[in-house]
């Protein structure tokens, strides 16, 4: 069974901190890695690919990528409430999701 | 985004019922996705469509069918509704399998 496992949260950071979110997977030959953020009762949204090991900046998102370790991470600098929402990590070419983690930012 | 229609967006029927649900997407997409969400559960793959005519499982398909005549269209039935069915579902289209999917604005099912 091909395992994605997120922490489900909810993980609460004060507005301007660095949010951490991690996502791990058990099939080493994934090759392909997704980021998405779902706001309450709408669907998801794509925030960030990644195919390559190390990191790749968009904005305030970082995800960053260890093929060796199994991890995949996501890191959003100066957090804003309206960052608040669920963030879904999926893993290869039949993208599976792993439950999501549950992030709060408090103003 | 995508260009993807889900229809109908709210629907509440009675257990033993027969429902479909359409996804309708204007990217010329080949491979087309049905996932159930909810809460404690995540997203869950019903069905997939890699072409027209070419459907497969996933994990949770008992219970459901699809169909894919058209590129552009996806359809889910339940043939006889349960109230286990209850749900929200999303509807997902992929251009490349290694591409990310992009998700419809979802269908929320309810079976009294």
């Known amino acids: 069974q091909k395992e994605v496992e997120q922490n489900s949260g909810p993980l609460s950071v004060p507005e301007g901190a660095i949010a951490s979110l991690n996502c791990t997977y058990s099939?080493?030959?994934?090759?392909?890695f997704f980021w998405y953020r779902q706001y309450s009762g709408k669907s998801p949204e794509l925030i960030m690919s990644?195919?390559?090991?190390g990191d790749k900046e968009d904005g305030r998102f970082t995800a960053q990528l260890n093929k060796a370790s199994q991890y995949v991470s996501l890191l959003i600098r100066d957090s804003q409430p309206s960052d608040s929402a669920t963030y879904l990590c999926?893993?290869?070419?039949?993208?599976?999701f792993g439950a999501g983690t549950r992030l709060t930012v408090k103003p | 985004d995508a260009g993807i229609t889900q229809s109908p967006r709210h629907k509440v029927t009675e257990t033993g019922t027969p429902v479909t649900l359409r996804c309708h997407q204007t990217?010329?997409?080949?491979?087309m996705y049905w996932y159930r969400q909810d809460p404690g559960h995540g997203l869950r793959l019903i069905h997939y469509?890699?072409?027209?005519?070419?459907?497969d499982k996933g994990e949770v398909s008992d219970g459901y069918s699809v169909s894919r005549s058209k590129t552009e269209d996806f359809l889910l039935t339940l043939e006889s509704a349960t109230s286990s069915q209850t749900s929200v579902y999303f509807c997902?289209?992929?251009?490349?399998?290694?591409?990310?999917?992009?998700f419809g604005d979802g269908t929320r099912l309810s079976i009294l």
């Open positions: 999926a893993v290869g070419e039949d993208m599976r």
């Open positions: 099939d080493r030959g994934s090759q392909s």
């Open positions: 990644i195919y390559s090991n």
């Open positions: 990217e010329n997409h080949r491979y």
């Open positions: 469509s890699y072409g027209v005519k070419d459907t």
């Open positions: 997902a289209t992929q251009g490349a399998s290694n591409q990310p999917q992009h």
